[in-house]
């Protein structure tokens, strides 16, 4: 299977449903208007002269003009190649260079962006001038072609390319409609940024036969009255919004009759946002697992998220269990039966773009080294425990970072920690916390560290508290730590 023939499939069934608004300019599309307008894209790069596997990159916010562009690269055979326009200039070069792209494709907002990038061999293009409607059928893609090269392993650092394929996205789309449920008609509101894989998830909406409200930037002050406006079934927030959202609101339950599921990527979900959200919608908050390497591959639904919070669990860290192509293991468990997560399944990328030895390390005999240690419980549910890098090895002995922040985070005058390992001649490593205060009360460091003694095994209590305003967090939500070591006057 690939993404065009899936297009075309779905403007066959559902003809003259709405598949996409846009609420900025008030767009509206059809699945049959949809599908005429991914031809035309694939007119418009052929008289660009941008012959099929071409890498087209795309510089834009989540538009209609951007899910255009990006659908309709992939359904004509080229390579989309999202970017993160908060990257810096030199940033983008990079990548783009790495791509060895064969045009890039801009919004009028990165207008300055684009052409200040300094590329004269690439050529520039506007996004909105690209989509110009075209009856002619579209050919399938091959399953095997690439059909898109996503960036990520953060902002610093050489350009690392996830290859997926027609194959391996296809898939996740099948993991994404048999996980969420939707129904014909129902709606997602869409207010995330569409790179590197999100426009994957909003594709697999409409392929529910669901329509897709397109509602600009996350603002968590019309958030909910956007969720009631459009009588909205499906979101989708980064723990970062969530916990902008409960600022903005308060946890008081909404009353929204039509509401399913807000999905969330649980990883660097705290067990207050998760209270507080859980509060909010009415115990209707779904958990996504996965990565750009292997997209949505466990899904705790909201029903499992109520059943396991009914059962005295907090929830936090509980992902669910593998979507229907999708596979995992453990590797290697200690006595508590933790260890690495494995994941398996044609929702694998083919690997690293150009990494040859990195994509081997990374695919190991089939099975994708996720980086994330977890454990599998009595009840088949993923439970997330950290990163295995994260471990500090100190005196000997290893300590799980989100062990001693669950602690210190169950201190009434805490807000936010993170805890990370510093270099140490004598132990190897310090155990060292930044710390967000709520304000309610004044803490010293050896109050905290006295906290933690009355609960963590000794070589576990930090042997350095440093007090932040707040911690340097990505977009989906983890903390940065480069950044967090530059705030507070520490080498890296």
Same mark, same amino acid.
């Given at each position: 299977?690939?993404?065009?023939?899936?297009?075309?499939?779905?403007?066959?069934?559902?003809?003259?449903?709405?598949?996409?608004?846009?609420?900025?300019?008030?767009?509206?599309?059809?699945?049959?208007?949809?599908?005429?307008?991914?031809?035309?894209?694939?007119?418009?790069?052929?008289?660009?002269?941008?012959?099929?596997?071409?890498?087209?990159?795309?510089?834009?916010?989540?538009?209609?003009?951007?899910?255009?562009?990006?659908?309709?690269?992939?359904?004509?055979?080229?390579?989309?190649?999202?970017?993160?326009?908060?990257?810096?200039?030199?940033?983008?070069?990079?990548?783009?260079?790495?791509?060895?792209?064969?045009?890039?494709? =801009?919004? $009028?907002?990165?207008?300055?962006?684009?052409?200040?990038?300094?590329?004269?061999?690439?050529?520039?293009?506007?996004?909105?001038?690209?989509?110009?409607?075209?009856?002619?059928?579209?050919?399938?893609?091959?399953?095997?072609?690439?059909?898109?090269?996503? =960036?990520?392993?953060?902002?610093?650092?050489?350009?690392?390319?996830?290859?997926?394929?027609?194959?391996?996205?296809?898939?996740?789309?099948?993991?994404?409609?048999?996980?969420? &449920?939707?129904?014909?008609?129902?709606?997602?509101?869409?207010?995330?940024?569409?790179?590197?894989?999100?426009? #994957?998830?909003?594709?697999?909406?409409?392929?529910?036969?669901?329509?897709?409200?397109?509602?600009?930037?996350?603002?968590?002050?019309?958030?909910?009255?956007?969720?009631?406006?459009?009588?909205?079934?499906?979101?989708?927030?980064?723990?970062?919004?969530?916990?902008?959202?409960?600022?903005?609101?308060?946890?008081?339950?909404?009353?929204?009759?039509?509401?399913?599921?807000?999905?969330?990527?649980?990883?660097?979900?705290?067990?207050?946002?998760?209270?507080?959200?859980?509060?909010?919608?009415?115990?209707?908050?779904?958990?996504?697992?996965?990565?750009? $390497?292997?997209?949505?591959?466990?899904?705790?639904?909201?029903?499992?998220?109520?059943?396991?919070?009914?059962?005295?669990?907090?929830? $936090? &860290?509980?992902?669910?269990?593998?979507?229907?192509?999708?596979?995992?293991?453990?590797?290697?468990?200690?006595?508590?039966?933790?260890? $690495?997560?494995?994941?398996?399944?044609?929702?694998?990328?083919?690997?690293?773009?150009?990494?040859?030895?990195?994509?081997?390390?990374?695919?190991?005999?089939?099975?994708?080294?996720?980086?994330?240690?977890?454990?599998?419980?009595?009840?088949?549910?993923?439970?997330?425990?950290?990163?295995?890098?994260?471990?500090?090895?100190?005196?000997?002995?290893? #300590?799980?970072?989100?062990?001693?922040?669950?602690?210190?985070?169950?201190?009434?005058?805490?807000?936010? #920690?993170?805890?990370?390992?510093?270099?140490?001649?004598?132990?190897?490593?310090?155990?060292?916390?930044? #710390?967000?205060?709520?304000?309610?009360?004044?803490?010293?460091?050896?109050?905290?560290?006295?906290?933690?003694?009355? &609960?963590?095994?000794?070589?576990?209590?930090?042997?350095?508290?440093?007090?932040?305003?707040?911690?340097?967090?990505?977009?989906?939500?983890?903390?940065?730590?480069?950044?967090?070591?530059?705030?507070?006057?520490?080498?890296?």
């Amino acid at each position: 299977m690939d993404i065009s023939t899936l297009l075309s499939q779905a403007a066959y069934k559902w003809p003259e449903r709405i598949a996409l608004h846009e609420t900025a300019s008030a767009r509206s599309l059809t699945f049959a208007q949809l599908d005429r307008a991914l031809s035309g894209v694939g007119h418009a790069l052929d008289q660009l002269h941008v012959p099929t596997g071409s890498r087209v990159a795309l510089l834009a916010d989540a538009s209609l003009d951007y899910l255009l562009a990006d659908y309709g690269c992939m359904a004509t055979g080229r390579v989309r190649v999202p970017l993160d326009p908060a990257l810096s200039t030199d940033e983008l070069a990079a990548q783009l260079q790495d791509a060895g792209a064969g045009l890039l494709l =801009y919004s $009028e907002a990165y207008a300055e962006v684009a052409q200040g990038l300094g590329i004269r061999s690439l050529p520039l293009h506007s996004v909105s001038r690209i989509t110009p409607v075209d009856t002619s059928p579209r050919p399938a893609q091959s399953p095997q072609s690439l059909a898109s090269l996503n =960036y990520t392993g953060g902002t610093t650092g050489t350009p690392k390319a996830v290859m997926h394929r027609h194959a391996s996205l296809c898939a996740v789309l099948q993991n994404i409609v048999m996980g969420r &449920g939707a129904a014909v008609g129902d709606v997602l509101l869409n207010v995330r940024p569409l790179w590197p894989i999100a426009a #994957v998830a909003v594709f697999a909406h409409v392929l529910s036969g669901g329509h897709v409200v397109l509602g600009g930037r996350f603002d968590g002050k019309t958030f909910m009255a956007q969720l009631r406006e459009h009588q909205v079934a499906f979101s989708s927030l980064v723990p970062t919004q969530l916990l902008r959202l409960l600022r903005e609101t308060g946890s008081a339950p909404a009353d929204l009759p039509a509401f399913k599921s807000l999905d969330v990527g649980a990883a660097a979900l705290s067990g207050e946002v998760l209270e507080g959200s859980c509060s909010l919608f009415g115990e209707r908050i779904g958990v996504l697992y996965g990565m750009t $390497e292997a997209p949505w591959s466990c899904y705790l639904a909201p029903a499992q998220m109520a059943a396991v919070r009914a059962s005295g669990e907090s929830g $936090e &860290g509980v992902v669910g269990r593998p979507l229907f192509s999708a596979a995992i293991r453990i590797d290697r468990p200690d006595a508590k039966g933790i260890g $690495e997560v494995l994941l398996g399944g044609p929702q694998l990328m083919a690997g690293y773009w150009q990494l040859e030895a990195l994509s081997a390390k990374t695919l190991d005999q089939g099975w994708l080294r996720s980086g994330d240690l977890g454990r599998i419980g009595a009840d088949g549910l993923l439970r997330v425990q950290g990163r295995c890098k994260d471990i500090i090895r100190s005196g000997g002995k290893s #300590v799980q970072p989100g062990e001693v922040e669950q602690h210190l985070l169950s201190h009434p005058g805490v807000q936010d #920690v993170h805890v990370f390992g510093l270099a140490d001649l004598e132990w190897g490593e310090q155990v060292c916390a930044a #710390v967000v205060l709520d304000g309610s009360q004044p803490l010293s460091a050896q109050q905290l560290m006295d906290h933690c003694r009355a &609960g963590l095994s000794r070589y576990k209590v930090p042997r350095r508290v440093f007090f932040i305003d707040e911690l340097p967090r990505s977009h989906y939500g983890k903390v940065q730590k480069n950044r967090l070591l530059a705030a507070l006057d520490l080498q890296p």
